[in-house]
Structure formats: structure tokens, C-alpha cells
């Protein structure tokens, strides 16, 4: 799965600027990694959090990044994500069980 985050993050991982700083204050590094190796797509606000961090618009990132699938509004939190898998409906674990435990 490609995100709208995932040619940016590699582009800036070839440069070495994905450092300690990055890591510590705009994402964790197992989070980049999943998004870096295609296992999970990106939020709308990690994608703001990652263009404040270096200084450029979220447009730009999302503009200039090819994506296989559209933008999803989560069923519980209605935050917009990019899912991970075609058939997702939920931002996160968190609110996948949350769902599931007030429709339960």
C-alpha cells in the first residue's frame, strides 16, 4: 500500500534528514517504518505534523504523490485517513474496538 506520505518519507530518509528530532516530536520510527514499507497508510494529521516538521505545505506532499487508494472518513471518529487496505473503515485499532464494543 502506497500512502500520500510514502515517496516524501523516502525521499527524506535518502537525504538523511529522518533523524532523532523527527522521531521524537513528529513521528514514532515504527510508525514511519510501517508507512516507509507500505504496511500502513497515513493520517491527514501526520501528514501535517510531517510537512510543519520540514517546512512545507501538506498540498505539496499530497500533490506530488501517486496513490492507489482514495481518502476514507473513519465509521467512528470521522477523521479522513488513508487506509492501509481497500476495505478499511476505521483511522485506527482504537476506534475499530470502540465501534465494536458499543455495537457489540
Same mark, same amino acid.
Given at each position: ?10 525521499q527524506k530518509q535518502q537525504s538523511g534528514k529522518?533523524? &532523532?528530532?523527527? /522521531?521524537? $516530536?513528529?513521528?514514532? #520510527?515504527?510508525?514511519?517504518? !510501517? ?8 493520517t491527514i494529521r501526520e501528514i501535517n505534523n510531517? &510537512?510543519?516538521? /520540514?517546512? $512545507?505545505?501538506?498540498? #505539496?506532499?499530497?500533490?506530488? !504523490? ?39
Open positions: 500500500m502506497r500512502s500520500h506520505l510514502q515517496p516524501f518519507l523516502v529522518l533523524d &532523532a528530532a523527527f /522521531f521524537s $516530536t513528529v513521528m514514532s #520510527e515504527k510508525r514511519t517504518n !510501517a508507512i516507509l514499507n507500505g504496511l500502513a497508510g497515513a510531517v &510537512a510543519k516538521h /520540514f517546512k $512545507t505545505t501538506s498540498k #505539496e506532499i499530497i500533490e506530488h !504523490a501517486p496513490v492507489s487508494s482514495p481518502e476514507k472518513n473513519c465509521d467512528y471518529c470521522a477523521k479522513p485517513f488513508i487506509p492501509a487496505k481497500p476495505k478499511a473503515r476505521f483511522c485506527s485499532d482504537a476506534c475499530r474496538n470502540k465501534s465494536h464494543r458499543e455495537n457489540a
